[in-house]
């Protein structure tokens, strides 16, 4: 990324955000095993999806080979669905949340 970089942004309420990303892993895997989606403002502004932990073992360790882990990388799994979301690489894509009293999601996808 540079500064000549032009990018599209979506503002996209919370609630949708979660939504469309439990949508999307539905539509890769066939079930949605999201756990949970937080934004922890500890960090800045990331967001984190979590899968189920109690899945059946093959399946996780299939998916964090896809996806890598959260533990290690904690954004890797909400920008590989937003990148299928926007039809865009995964390089493409940025973030900026604010969990606050009216939660939204910037996403920014570069043109």
Known sequence: MNGSDVFQVY????????????S????????D????????????????TYIQGDLDFDLKDALERKYGTDAA???VLTVMLLSEIYNTPEENI?????HKQNPVVEVYVKQ
Not at 33 to 48: A, M, N, P, S, T
């Open 11 to 22: 503002e996209v309420p919370w609630n949708d955000f979660t939504d469309a990303l439990r």
């Open 24 to 31: 999307e892993m539905k539509e890769q895997i066939g079930a």
């Open 33 to 48: 095993i999201v756990d949970r989606i937080v934004c922890d403002l500890e960090d800045g502004f990331e967001v984190y």
């Open 73 to 75: 990388l904690p954004n």
């Open 94 to 98: 940025r973030l900026h949340a604010d």
